[in-house]
């Protein structure tokens, strides 16, 4: 339907649009029944003032105007007017290239940002009495005394209105105030006893043109109170491509007036905004010269000159200087005659340099006094208040932190912290460490470093190694930046059982015992009884090499030696090996003292059990069930493997014929169905053990414990379970004698899926008997152990005999089996 009605306003516009002709209010009134977006959407493709036709704000006045004059709708298309509007300067100009660098926008068409109702004429506001009164203006009489009557006069197209008992009268072109005194004068020549009282009603529209540099150049009709600014909105405002200084005013061919859009954006002064005529012309000049200012001031932006303007009017043109401004120092970029690009450095705190002269292009670039400022300090990272201090000789770190208890953090570290010094001369810096607790509490130690002019005092997380780590990375980069040849960056490397392990910055001749202070000290893991550095050296050939200098970590911590480190120096604390490392596995089930038991390495089973007291009287040890987890992620790779395995030959089986309630169907159907099974089995992970064999002494290969295992020994069963392709696949109470075929039997028999000449049994403690191929076994006839799990397979001979699903039938029982032996504990 919204489609129909997109087509059908097509088809009525177009023609319109094209011949340039009136649109009729029937067309308006179909057009406004389009949903906003395609409204707005034909408007912006074919040029069409969305506010003049009803789409948006429906009159300048915000009413609907009695009369209106015909609707001429623009020839341009917006797409133009875009294209138009992204060259604002001129091409190759200084001040072009500085909007592209800098993004120096023009001032002021911001203003025009939409059609704003606030700036239409209010249909209410009192009529000033210096309005002229012209056709179509209502005209309001009271009359009362001896006669009280209500009149509305309606001027006509001549001029003329009929006063009842009076006649015509010519009113056109006077004013307001004239239109009072003439009909009072009238009221009183012609009724005896009566006065009147005048005011104006519904106000004529008049059409106007606006032209030039426009958004929408072209005719428009608004109401007689309107003035050139609320023409300006009406059309959409004025282009980046023209003038807002020089909107001018025409009158039958003569220029009435400017516009200085500045003074109304700048000082609030309207008085040039003259109220509007029938027929008069707003045209809009291109946009004179342009110039930029940018950097610290309140306005950055690009300005349009207005005749000889200097430095100084364009600060003001800016707002001003900021607080941060730095007006010595400050540069003109111009565009000489020669088209060459040059720089000028001002001063402009001195007159001369207010008062030069500006051209278009240039852009003034004011520089900023925190780039430039001397006489602070600086302090960061874990301090309450941080930022700038004022220097003077003598301050010292504890002049700025007075308290450890209120200065700083509680995440600070108090062992370590960092004094930056710029060195401005050679655009280096110098970083010193030192103790913070020290330097507070003990003013005279040497740790209270004492602090130049723009030194940085640098305060580091303990709690944070990220954020410390972040604190330091611009200082090591920095420092190895400005390295040269033949020397090495002031930065060692300190990996290994640290609490901060990370690139840290060092002094001259600072010692092993200070970094290993600055990376947090060893941890409770560190090996203290061996260490070494890496250190880059180059031999007499100039070849580098790499050497390994170990040190005790025991002898550095206590004071007893120490080694002064090279800039480039890696240092290695190692790790005790397996530190604090708890060996565990649970015992479930029917044991005496069941629980977690911590193990030492290579105990045994058998060890772990008699220390939980051995098992239960009811224990079913042939029952127990022994899980590993590195046994059970490897079944989940498996298991895995053999899901994506099986999806391959399951589409094999689809693309092998479409014979829909075939066989073909039903074995996808069967497919499918082993499919889900396998995407909804877990991994157990379970071991085949003899715990049985174990308890009784027998000779039988010991279990050596790994971390995370677990034994679940169930309690004495009373069942055999039957499972697969059976009718009633269940549970079944154990009786002597019974073979595998009997409990067969007692399910009800195969299905037709079933696989008979595959049946196997699952014994209770894990391993798996193949009734059909064991001659010691007895065959089917076979008598069955309590807990044991009879399996019938599925017939995969009937599913294009793929082996793959007969391994992975036994993989689910298997994962079942395991999941019901924990089950049933």
Same mark, same amino acid.
């Given at each position: 339907m919204i489609f129909r009605k997109v087509i059908s306003a097509l088809v009525l516009f177009l023609p319109l649009i094209v011949a340039a002709q009136t649109i009729s209010p029937a067309q308006i009134a179909q057009f406004k029944s389009l949903p906003r977006a395609q409204q707005e959407a034909l408007a912006q493709q074919y040029g069409v003032d969305l506010g003049a036709i009803g789409g948006g704000q429906s009159s300048v006045d915000g009413s609907q105007l009695r009369n209106p004059a015909p609707l001429v709708v623009p020839l341009s298309k917006p797409s133009d007017s875009r294209l138009e509007e992204s060259n604002v300067q001129t091409k190759n100009s200084a001040a072009e290239n500085e909007t592209t660098v800098n993004k120096l926008e023009p001032f002021g068409y911001d203003l025009f940002a939409g059609v704003p109702s606030t700036f239409a004429p209010a249909a209410s506001m009192p009529v000033p009495g210096a309005y002229t009164v012209g056709p179509g203006d209502e005209i309001r009489v009271q009359l009362w005394g001896k006669e009280n009557r209500d009149l509305t006069l309606v001027v006509?197209?001549?001029?003329?209105?009929?006063?009842?008992?009076?006649?015509?009268?010519?009113?056109a072109g006077l004013s307001f105030a004239d239109l009072k005194e003439r009909v009072n004068a009238l009221v009183s020549q012609h009724f005896i006893g009566v006065k009147a009282s005048v005011s104006l009603g519904e106000l004529r529209s008049v059409q106007i043109f606006v032209l030039g540099e426009a958004r929408a150049p072209g005719a428009y009709t608004v109401s007689s109170l309107s003035t050139i600014t609320n023409a300006l909105f009406?059309?959409?405002?004025?282009?980046?491509?023209?003038? +807002?200084?020089?909107?001018?005013?025409?009158?039958?061919?003569?220029?009435?007036?400017?516009? =200085?859009?500045?003074?109304?954006l700048l000082k609030g002064d309207t008085s040039a905004d003259q109220r509007l005529q029938p027929g008069d012309v707003i045209f809009i000049p291109p946009v004179g010269q342009l110039a930029g200012i940018k950097g610290e001031v309140r306005r950055p932006a690009l300005y349009e000159l207005k005749g000889t303007q200097t430095i100084a009017e364009l600060v003001r043109l800016s707002g001003g200087f900021t607080a941060d401004a730095y007006p010595k120092r400050a540069q003109l970029q111009r565009v000489d005659e020669n088209f060459n690009l040059r720089i000028l450095d001002l001063d402009l705190t001195e007159r001369n340099s207010e008062n030069v002269g500006l051209k278009t292009g240039d852009v003034l670039a004011i520089s900023s006094v925190t780039e430039l400022a001397e006489g602070f300090v600086s302090l960061e990272g874990e301090a309450v208040r941080?930022?700038?201090?004022?220097?003077?000789?003598? *301050?010292?770190?504890?002049?700025?932190?007075? $308290?450890?208890?209120?200065?700083?953090?509680?995440?600070? =570290?108090?062992?370590?912290?960092?004094?930056?010094?710029?060195?401005? %001369?050679?655009?280096? #810096?110098?970083?010193?460490?030192?103790?913070?607790?020290?330097?507070?509490?003990?003013?005279?130690?040497?740790?209270?470093?004492?602090?130049? $002019?723009? @030194?940085?005092? #640098? *305060?580091?997380?303990?709690?944070?190694?990220?954020?410390?780590?972040?604190?330091?990375?611009?200082?090591?980069?920095?420092?190895?930046?400005?390295?040269?040849?033949? %020397?090495?960056?002031?930065?060692?490397?300190?990996?290994?059982?640290?609490?901060?392990?990370?690139?840290?910055?060092?002094?001259a001749d600072e010692t092993l015992s200070e970094v290993l202070a600055a990376a947090g000290g060893a941890k409770e893991n560190a090996l203290l009884l061996e260490g070494e550095i890496t250190r880059y050296v180059t031999n007499e050939k100039g070849i580098g090499e790499t050497r390994i200098?170990?040190?005790?970590?025991? %002898?550095?911590?206590?004071?007893?030696?120490?080694?002064? +480190?090279q800039g480039r120096d890696s240092i290695l604390i190692k790790t005790v090996p397996d530190f604090a490392k708890n060996n565990t596995v649970t015992l479930l089930g029917e044991v005496l003292y069941p629980g977690t038991y911590t193990f030492q390495e290579g105990e045994t089973l058998e060890a772990v059990l008699a220390r939980a007291g051995g098992l239960t009287a009811s224990a079913f040890a042939k029952g127990a069930v022994f899980t590993r987890e590195r046994l059970r992620l490897l079944e989940a790779q498996r298991l895995k493997e053999a899901e994506d395995r099986l999806q391959n030959d399951l589409l094999g089986v689809q693309l092998a014929g479409n014979n829909v309630g075939g066989d073909n169907a039903e074995r996808v159907q069967q497919a499918q169905g082993l /499919?889900?099974?396998?995407?909804?089995?877990?991994?157990?992970?379970? &071991?085949?053990?003899? /715990?049985?064999? &174990?308890?009784?002494?027998?000779?039988?290969?010991?279990?050596?414990?790994?971390?995370?295992?677990? +034994?679940?020994?169930?309690? #004495?069963?009373?069942?055999?379970?039957?499972?697969?392709?059976?009718?009633?696949?269940t549970s079944h109470l154990y009786q002597p004698g019974l073979s595998v075929d009997d409990y067969l039997e007692r399910s009800g028999g195969a299905t037709?899926?079933? @696989?008979?000449?595959?049946?196997?049994?699952?014994?209770?403690?894990?391993?798996?008997?193949?009734?059909?191929?064991?001659?010691w076994f007895g065959g089917r006839r076979a008598e069955i152990g309590i807990g044991d799990t009879i399996i019938m397979p599925i017939d995969v001979d009937r599913l294009n005999k793929l082996e793959l699903w007969t391994n992975l039938s036994q993989i689910i029982y298997q994962m079942a089996l395991g999941a019901a032996a924990v089950g049933n504990l």
């Open positions: 006509d197209r001549n001029g003329v209105i009929n006063f009842p008992e009076i006649g015509p009268e010519s009113v009406a059309s959409g405002g004025v282009k980046r491509t023209g003038s +807002l200084r020089n909107v001018q005013l025409k009158r039958k061919g003569q220029l009435l007036g400017v516009l =200085d859009l500045y003074d109304l941080t930022g700038r201090y004022a220097w003077r000789p003598g *301050l010292r770190v504890s002049d700025l932190i007075g $308290s450890l208890t209120f200065d700083v953090t509680r995440d600070a =570290d108090y062992r370590y912290a960092l004094r930056i010094r710029e060195k401005v %001369e050679r655009n280096t #810096i110098e970083v010193e460490a030192f103790n913070l607790r020290v330097a507070v509490e003990d003013t005279s130690s040497p740790e209270n470093l004492g602090l130049a $002019s723009r @030194d940085r005092v #640098i *305060l580091l997380s303990e709690a944070n190694a990220e954020q410390r780590q972040a604190a330091l990375a611009d200082i090591v980069k920095r420092l190895e930046n400005q390295t040269g040849p033949r %020397e090495w960056a002031p930065v060692v490397r300190v990996n290994g059982a640290v609490r901060f392990p990370g690139s840290y910055p060092i002094a200098l170990p040190f005790s970590p025991v %002898e550095i911590l206590t004071g007893n030696e120490d080694i002064v +480190l /499919l889900e099974e396998v995407q909804n089995s877990a991994p157990v992970g379970r &071991m085949v053990i003899n /715990l049985e064999a &174990m308890q009784k002494g027998e000779r039988y290969q010991n279990v050596i414990l790994q971390d995370g295992d677990k +034994l679940q020994v169930p309690p #004495i069963p009373q069942s055999v379970t039957v499972l697969g392709e059976v009718q009633f696949p037709r899926q079933a @696989d008979q000449s595959r049946v196997y049994v699952v014994k209770a403690d894990g391993s798996v008997l193949l009734p059909n191929r064991s001659r």
